[in-house]
């Protein structure tokens, strides 16, 4: 039987839309969760929750580009037959935190986080504003980070990226979305990074 990663990655695969650019947020997401363990403080099920959310953020474009993250929201809720490696609930976390990879934050007034109990609120804030920051580091969809470093301060998060190219991109990105991430953790964020070398350089 598949994992429940596995699972994911079948429907990521399945809805077939950017999956490289999907596949390196998941990949950022998940490097920007261990950096940040003492931060959040989360566990293994929570990283997996994140793993599949940020693989499948961005499969609602299959719908439509407007408002693609409410459809990903909803085509990842009708979706817990393809993920039984998650219990409902966790489903539920997973297209909450991906629907709140971008646009506004989470809110009660949104009525299928305000559904959920009050400690998985706060899961999916956690998960969301690391998603929303990984997401950022991809602006331009390219899969150019190549490394990258979180440094924990006593009241300032320093994130510091390698990337082949289009550095400011990538940092603005970031910048663009981080809004999320200092409001659950409490602290600022600041993202630098250095362009690597290309290899005919």
Same mark, same amino acid.
């Given at each position: 039987?598949?994992?429940?990663?596995?699972?994911?990655?079948?429907?990521?695969?399945?809805?077939?839309?950017?999956?490289?650019?999907? #596949?390196?947020?998941?990949?950022?997401?998940?490097?920007?969760? %261990?950096?940040?363990?003492?931060?959040?403080?989360?566990?293994?099920?929570? @990283?997996?929750?994140?793993?599949?959310?940020?693989?499948?953020?961005?499969?609602?474009?299959?719908?439509?580009?407007?408002?693609?993250? +409410?459809?990903?929201?909803?085509?990842?809720?009708?979706?817990?037959?393809?993920?039984?490696?998650?219990?409902?609930?966790?489903?539920?976390?997973? *297209?909450?935190?991906?629907?709140?990879?971008? +646009?506004?934050?989470?809110?009660?007034?949104?009525?299928?986080?305000?559904? $959920?109990?009050?400690?998985?609120?706060?899961?999916?804030?956690? $998960?969301?504003?690391?998603? @929303?920051? *990984?997401?950022? =580091?991809?602006?331009?969809?390219?899969?150019?980070?190549? +490394?990258?470093?979180?440094? /924990?301060?006593? %009241?300032?998060?320093?994130?510091? /990226?390698?990337?082949?190219?289009?550095?400011?991109?990538?940092?603005?990105? *970031?910048? #663009?979305?981080?809004?999320?991430?200092?409001?659950?953790?409490?602290?600022? =964020?600041?993202?630098?990074?250095? *362009? $690597?070398?290309?290899?005919?350089?």
């Amino acid at each position: 039987m598949p994992t429940r990663i596995q699972q994911a990655e079948a429907l990521l695969t399945a809805f077939d839309w950017d999956v490289a650019h999907c #596949r390196q947020v998941r990949d950022l997401a998940l490097t920007l969760f %261990d950096q940040l363990q003492t931060l959040h403080g989360l566990g293994r099920d929570e @990283r997996d929750i994140l793993n599949a959310a940020a693989l499948l953020h961005d499969i609602g474009w299959t719908i439509s580009g407007a408002k693609h993250h +409410k459809h990903t929201y909803r085509l990842i809720h009708e979706s817990k037959r393809s993920l039984t490696g998650f219990s409902p609930t966790q489903v539920e976390l997973i *297209a909450n935190v991906a629907r709140y990879h971008r +646009k506004a934050l989470p809110s009660l007034k949104h009525e299928p986080f305000a559904a $959920l109990a009050s400690k998985d609120q706060e899961i999916v804030r956690a $998960l969301a504003g690391i998603l @929303r920051v *990984a997401d950022g =580091l991809d602006r331009p969809h390219l899969q150019l980070v190549r +490394k990258v470093e979180c440094h /924990i301060g006593t %009241d300032r998060v320093h994130i510091h /990226i390698h990337a082949q190219a289009e550095i400011s991109a990538h940092i603005d990105g *970031a910048n #663009r979305k981080r809004d999320l991430f200092e409001s659950v953790f409490g602290c600022a =964020l600041a993202v630098e990074g250095i *362009a $690597l070398a290309s290899a005919t350089d």
